[in-house]
């Protein structure tokens, strides 16, 4: 069964066909009101035709029939609802196919949540050692007072403790106009597990480009679980990167 959002426009397709199976037309065209609209199990169809239209033939095609539901037309107030599942059923007066009157269920759909997986997000099945993902989720969601939000992880890093890492990047602002700052001398400090002053870095600051900076982080300047990593210069804003090491 698909799934729609509240207020989606709903469009359904339906043939008509005569014993034989070839398509035929109606003894007249469709219109709105020959399809009953129930809401879940209740036998009282939806008291209004607004929102809906028909189109019969649909582009001229013999046969070929296409009805369209607005759901955020609320003249039947309250009608359209999350979570509840609408059956439409074609069910004409005077309108015969090939002689025959019909009654037939031309679709079904529902309102409510539209789930999301992987495949639809990434055009592919994405591998994983089991259970790592669920686990991953689990660990950053699943707590009453999150430690670690988007807010707070945006501009961290995590490394792993005790180990070099090359090209460590950063960027510098201008202390005026906030925009990204070329041509600085930058001066590199580091604050380990909470020490109250900075001491210099191994290494120094070489810059990259369009106020990019990069620096060799050295064993030393990661030995430790957590570090506040300064990097300063003349007319320029300082740079604060917090870091949490991973053992």
Known sequence: MDVYAQNAVIEV???????????????SAYE???????????????SSVSGITMTSPFDGVVGLHQLSIDTSDNTDAGFWATDSIYTLVLSADTETVDGV??????GQF???????NLVSIL????????????????????????????????????LTKNVALANFPFVMTDAIT????PGLTVTAERSLDGDTTFDAMANSVVE????????????????????????????????????????
């Open 13 to 27: 397709f339906f043939t008509t066909n005569a014993a034989t199976g070839a398509a035929v037309a109606p003894l």
């Open 32 to 46: 709105a009101g020959d399809v009953l609209v129930y809401k879940n199990h209740s036998a009282t169809q939806r």
């Open 101 to 106: 009157v019909v009654v037939a269920v031309i």
């Open 110 to 116: 529902k309102i409510g949540q539209i789930d999301a």
């Open 123 to 158: 055009g592919t099945i994405l591998t994983e050692t089991a259970g790592l993902i669920a686990a991953g989720f689990k660990k950053f969601f699943n707590v009453a007072t999150p430690v670690s939000t988007l807010n707070s992880v945006r501009g961290s890093y995590a």
């Open 178 to 181: 906030g925009q990204p700052a």
């Open 208 to 247: 990259t480009q369009h106020g990019g900076y990069k620096i060799n982080l050295a064993a030393a300047d990661t030995n430790a679980n957590t570090a506040l990593y300064r990097f300063s210069a003349a007319g320029a804003n300082d740079r604060l990167i917090a870091i949490v090491f991973q053992a």
